[in-house]
């Protein structure tokens, strides 16, 4: 990052933890209602947190990435996940539908504008909503870049990290015959929206597993074995405290949860992705970069990503060099890795920074 003299009180250590002051649920639509909460300073600079997957959640380690006493955190549960209901519900569930659910709940706090954070998923969905609300959007920190291309998709689902972990892509691809192996999102969609629930079970534990093993630079053996979890792949309770940092270790950053709530990961992730992304075209993100080069953005990212490998972040880069690219040498996938954790928080801290700077004397 800039020198240390520029920017004399970034932090690169998470914040303790904290209880928000604040939870509530906002009805978006006739159908779906989102959970939301409101940690740290009630009066100050707005933050919002978008999580991953699709079809993951907030957890309660995700405030830790801001200074309490500088930012209004806000974390909110997507369409279907988390706390919000009707869990895993596909109806009405698209990158459209959130970007709306957005400017409702930022219009329902009454906030003129606020800092987007997102990693993975979340990273496109900032993207996406930041291209769709330039006006709204006063910074941006991404991690994971996944712009939801068909290259990304196939690199992940199709076979490309299959080099590096043949391991664990074997029974990811034998759960597949050899005649529907021509596209394995499609064959998974099948399976995960069949009427037998052992089918269906089957398939989520397939593709959990697949995404937990390839996770971190070095593999989380406790988060791994959650991927012959029936329950867990397929529908999740709540889980205590130290069970909900373990979730978290998830690809796609997961969720505190609520014992009334149900959720399906894989269903979501591959409602998404089946549909990819629900964007007019291939590139679109990047073919809108222009909307949102004025926007002071940090782009973290893992040398070592085989999720949302580098090649992602480096195009972003190329289409957005304003944009503050941290590539962190001994990294994966995961947030929770310390090197990402590191960048994050220093991330934050240098926009905490910039907009004290620019705040009104």
Known sequence: MEPKELFPEISRRLYPDIEPYSTCFLKVSDIHTIYYEQSGNPDGY???FLHGGPGGGTSPSNRK???PNFYRIILFDQRGAGRSTPHAFLEENTTWDLIEDIEKLRDHLKIPEWLVFGGSWGSTLALAYSESHPDKVTGMVLRGIFLLRKKEIDWFYEGGAAAIFPDAWEPFRDLIPESERGCF?????????SNDKETQY??????TKWEMMTAHLLPNEVSIKRGD??????????????????????????????ASVKTAFARIENHYFVNKGFFPSDSYLLDNIEKIKHIKT?????????????????DLHKAWPEADLRV???AGHSANEPGISQELVAATDKLKCIFKENAPK
């Open 328 to 330: 962190v040498p001994d």
């Open 185 to 193: 999102v499609d064959a998974y969609h099948k399976r995960l929206n």
């Open 46 to 48: 707005p933050v919002v």
């Open 229 to 258: 979890d029936d329950e867990f792949c397929l529908v999740s309770a709540v889980a205590p405290e130290y069970m909900t940092d373990l979730l978290n270790t998830y690809l796609y950053g997961l969720r505190s949860e609520d």
């Open 65 to 67: 990435f801001f200074d």
């Open 202 to 207: 089957a398939a989520a534990r397939a593709w």
């Open 298 to 314: 940090v782009i973290v990212q893992g040398r070592y990503d085989v999720c949302c490998p580098l090649m992602s972040a480096w």
